[in-house]
């Protein structure tokens, strides 16, 4: 990429951004569809089908970072992006939520509450990981990297008997939220496209060709855009915590809107919260892919981006428990509290990096 002159890096950065964008709500659209007529729903499949579709670009940066040896590049890609994907809740409440109410009053639920504490524990467990000696692992696998993954799947279990219903009043929805259930989309978008005349086999041959064109692209947009930016001055950690963040969070963006346009508020939440849960699990492939300890090689940065993620999601866990009435600039409280804090991180992070 070096050989490359600016502007060719800025165009294929760019492009890649938007095959990301396009195949992002392809990705979508087609995992809702085969959910649902796979039977998989809201189970166990769906979630885990929902979060590796919508995380694909980091999956592909943090296998060829892996592949390549660069543990601190894998580290950084995966926890510098979930702190600026929490925020795309802000992006979503100001842009896609009609009738006009904060985000987080009309997708108030103890589920989505829960939802989040998974992420809070995943990410503490990754702060005590970091600690661990880089010599404590066993075949390949590191204590940390495993109890991540373990974790994830009691998570996952516990989510998916809780989506079944909660023993409190009204199943543990808040009154007054979303008027259809959530996952409601899931099931208008499998209607149409059976009334598009769009088979499951046609589905599924979509689905792989996004999956493929996401992990492409999600290496080019990662070499192209960190050659660019660093040419301009934009350290490493910055760019990975902001622009390469932003980018291969827009899967977040194309499916959130998706489903706040249809009115599914829950939904738009859990796919975030349940896609910073999985994050932290792909430690494990990029440890057995590399034959080492991950989390040891985390910097300082990373840390402390990890903790960032811990405050912007309990700020929005809080905004589901209180559900503010009031908005400014067409976003609820938590959502305008969550920028704000996102910034002081960001700024905080480069007194840090330089």
Known sequence: MGSLSSPVLLLLFVASAAVIWYAGIKLSDTTD???????????????????????????????????????????????????????VLAVLDAAG?????????????????LEGALVVVVL????????????????????????????????????????RGLPWREGGDAPDNQPEPRGHSRGKKEKAATDQGVGTRRAALVFAVAALATLVAGVVIECTGEEFFGRQGLSGVLFGATVLATATSLPEISTGLTSTKLGDYQLAVSDIFGGNAFLPVLFLPAAVISGKPVLPAAHDTDIYLTALGIILTVVYMTGLVFRPRRQYARMGVDSITAIVVYLIGIAGLATIAT
């Open 124 to 163: 503490a467990v990754v702060v005590m990981g970091t600690q661990l000696s880089p010599d404590l692992y066993a075949a390949r696998v590191a204590p940390a990297s495993l109890a991540i993954a373990v974790l994830w799947l009691i998570g996952l279990l516990l989510l998916n008997r809780a989506g």
């Open 33 to 87: 569809v085969l959910a649902e007529r796979l039977h998989l729903g809201s189970a166990l499949g769906g979630l885990v089908l929902l979060a590796v579709a919508t995380n694909l670009p980091e999956i592909a940066i943090t296998v060829s970072a892996a592949l390549a040896g660069q543990l601190d590049v894998a580290v950084g890609n995966i926890l510098g992006g979930i702190a600026i994907q929490t925020v």
């Open 97 to 113: 939520v009609r009738p006009r109410a904060p985000l987080t009053r009309l997708a108030a639920s103890l589920q989505l509450v």
